[in-house]
């Protein structure tokens, strides 16, 4: 079964610094992949998507994440983040011809001025 | 404005009793989902319909029961079989079934909590 992982719980950056949260999935076989992002007490909202075509996929809020299939990877990246990026950024993983996403456990970003 | 709404926000229940979270969306979306949220797991999902009358079963819907009568709803009822019912509630929608590239859309959630 399909798995996604998302191994920094917390990151914890300091403003206009750059910023890295990782994701793995378990599966090689085709996918879809996607970011989403939950400010407190709100529920979710997409950030970004890769379903075929290039590996660099560009988001909302000047986000981009690069998949990478030898690697089974998919991680999020921003040049310089602003105190207003402080949210849980989950990744997310369906395998084509599903009708299902699988969650991954998180990442808390904290933004510090 | 089009969206998904969920009520309440807040809801506080005493343990033993159902309780029933709301869930409507004016997306005209055939599939709509259910997920639970809690601290330090991510999303799980419960239960999901991808068309009006018929619904599946997610990875824990032990002790919770939905509905689909009208395309633009979708309540979930969690019930007293349900253990650890106090969590974060989210609901959402997506444009069809079947195809797992479409980006799901989510309700602000409920938090429910069983004293």
């Known amino acids: 079964a399909q798995s996604v992982t998302q191994l920094d719980s917390q990151v914890p950056v300091f403003e206009e610094a750059p910023v890295e949260l990782r994701c793995n999935y378990s599966s090689s076989v085709s996918v879809y992949l996607f970011w989403y992002v939950q400010y407190p007490n709100q529920g979710l909202q997409l950030l970004l998507k890769?379903?075929?075509?290039?590996?660099l996929v560009k988001g909302i809020n000047g986000f981009e994440a690069e998949f990478n299939k030898s690697q089974t990877s998919f991680h999020l990246r921003k040049p310089s983040v602003h105190i207003s990026d402080t949210a849980e950024y989950f990744c997310?993983?369906?395998?084509?011809?599903?009708?299902?996403?699988?969650f991954g456990t998180g990442t808390r970003l904290q933004v510090f001025p | 404005d089009g969206g998904i709404t969920q009520s309440p926000k807040y809801l506080f229940r005493k343990e033993g009793q159902n309780v029933t979270l709301s869930c409507e969306q004016n997306?005209?979306?055939?599939?709509m989902y259910w997920y639970r949220q809690d601290p330090g797991q991510g999303l799980r999902l419960i239960y999901y319909s991808q068309i009006v009358n018929d619904f599946q079963k997610g990875d824990i819907a032990e002790g919770y029961s939905v509905s689909r009568e009208k395309k633009e709803s979708f309540p979930l009822t969690v019930t007293s079989a349900q253990k650890n019912p106090t969590a974060f509630y989210l609901c959402?929608?997506?444009?069809?079934?079947?195809?797992?590239?479409?980006?799901?859309?989510f309700g602000p959630g409920t938090r429910l909590t069983v004293l």
């Open positions: 997306l005209n979306h055939d599939a």
């Open positions: 890769y379903l075929s075509g290039s590996t």
């Open positions: 959402a929608s997506s444009i069809d079934s079947g195809h797992s590239y479409n980006e799901q859309f």
């Open positions: 997310a993983v369906s395998d084509r011809g599903t009708d299902k996403l699988i």
